[in-house]
Each structure stands twice: as C-alpha cells, then as structure tokens.
C-alpha cells in the first residue's frame, strides 16, 4: 500500500523521502508480528500458571501403605470354588 502510494504521489515525494517511508512501514509490520507472537507465548504461559493452580488443587491420592492391609500369609495356596456351576 505505502509503495503504490508513494508511485501514484512521485511528483510530490522526493525518492529518498518514499524510501524511509517503506523502511518505517516494513518496521511497523515487524514490530506488529512481533506483538502477535509475544501475545500468543504470554496465553500459553498464563494457561501453564493456570494448569499448576488446578492440578495444586485436586483432592489427595490414597496413600501406598493402607492401615488395613490383609494380613501377610493372606494368599495361602490356590482358589477354592464353592457352590460353582456351569
């Protein structure tokens, strides 16, 4: 846009003038991009911080040792079917 505007204006800018005028517009595009990707780290980041407050707030796991455990001789042989039919 600023280079056709800078052809259908050439009698009323000076070469070097629609020069630094494409040069500020190319910045201006970068500096855009830059603001587009740097707003899509911080959600990710913000979703990370959100993900952390959630999983720090889930109820607790049962701990590995059980109070009431079965005895340690529990498993005493093999199975015993009573009352079992086909």
């Given at each position: 846009m600023?280079?056709?505007a ?5 009698g009323?800018?000076?070469?070097g003038?629609?020069g630094?005028?494409v040069?500020?517009a190319?910045?201006l ?12 780290d911080l ?5 990370c911080v959100e ?9 607790l796991?049962?701990p590995?040792e059980v109070e ?5 001789d529990?498993p ?5 079917f009573?009352n079992?039919g086909?």
């Open positions: 600023v280079a056709f800078s052809v259908a204006t050439k009323h800018l000076s070469a003038f629609a630094l005028v040069s500020y190319l910045n595009t970068q500096t855009l991009n830059w603001l587009v990707r740097m707003t899509a959600e990710s980041n913000i979703v993900r952390i407050k959630e999983y720090s707030e889930l109820p796991e049962a590995w009431d455990k079965p005895a340690v529990w005493q042989g093999g199975i015993e009573v079992y086909t």
